[in-house]
């Protein structure tokens, strides 16, 4: 009885120490803010992108194709899924790129929109430029054409790990408080609708 006792004491301090120095880690063993980090990354990313097709307009289906990468990265980090989630961002990264180079004329993307050191670890699926392309299909390129076409549904995670709520993110990637609007919608509290503040509710 001793021996049990002593044995199940033992189990319990085991499992206190491995769940302290797991503390904040998904099933794949990764730093949840740090994935949070690395889609708020992607996000930033993809509205400089966007910003840059809704000037040019050059239609590549890899911002459709990217915004869907990310929406699933997204929900998979909902669910704890951290790696999986890694890698659709990763893969929602390289297909904005491409819509990116095709609306800027440019040889290159911008240096800090490379994987930093940490992120290189954090990546386990790199698909080939070829594989990358093939997701840019034609249904992708419908959906860019579309007027309501959009991403302002890709919402930031905060610091805590958690999804952002209520402060809305518009394309240029601001929180607006209170009285900004980023979506043609109205937000409560101060919200204006016509350029001006109204008063009570307004």
């Known amino acids: 009885m001793k021996k049990f006792f002593v044995l199940s004491l033992?189990?319990?301090i085991m499992s206190v120490a491995y769940g302290?120095?797991?503390?904040?880690?998904?099933?794949a063993g990764l730093d949840k803010v740090e994935v949070a980090n690395f889609?708020?990354?992607?996000?930033?990313?993809i509205r400089a992108t966007y910003r840059q097709f809704t000037a040019n307009k050059v239609y590549t289906g890899g911002l459709a194709a990217a915004k869907n990468y990310q929406q699933k990265a997204i929900m998979e980090y909902n669910s704890n899924?951290?790696?999986?989630s890694v890698n659709n961002s990763y893969t929602a990264r390289r297909l904005a790129f491409n819509s990116y180079l095709a609306n800027t004329k440019s040889s290159s993307i911008k240096s800090d929109w490379q994987l930093n050191n940490t992120e290189k670890g954090m990546v386990s699926q790199k698909?080939?430029?070829?594989?990358?392309?093939?997701k840019q299909?034609?249904?992708?390129?419908v959906n860019e054409k579309k007027s309501s076409f959009n991403v302002s549904s890709l919402k930031d995670i905060g610091s805590n790990g958690r999804k952002n709520k209520?402060?809305?993110?518009?394309d240029d990637g601001k929180n607006h408080k209170g009285k900004g609007q980023c979506d043609g919608r109205n937000?409560?509290?101060k919200g204006q609708c016509d350029g001006r503040t109204h008063k009570g509710k307004g």
Not at 20 to 27: D, E, I, L, T
């Open 187 to 189: 937000h409560k509290g």
């Open 10 to 12: 033992s189990i319990m």
């Open 39 to 45: 889609l708020n990354k992607t996000n930033k990313i």
């Open 20 to 27: 302290q120095a797991n503390k904040g880690k998904g099933s």
């Open 81 to 84: 899924n951290l790696q999986n």
């Open 127 to 134: 698909l080939s430029d070829s594989e990358i392309k093939a």
């Open 166 to 170: 209520g402060k809305g993110q518009c």
């Open 137 to 141: 299909n034609g249904g992708a390129i």
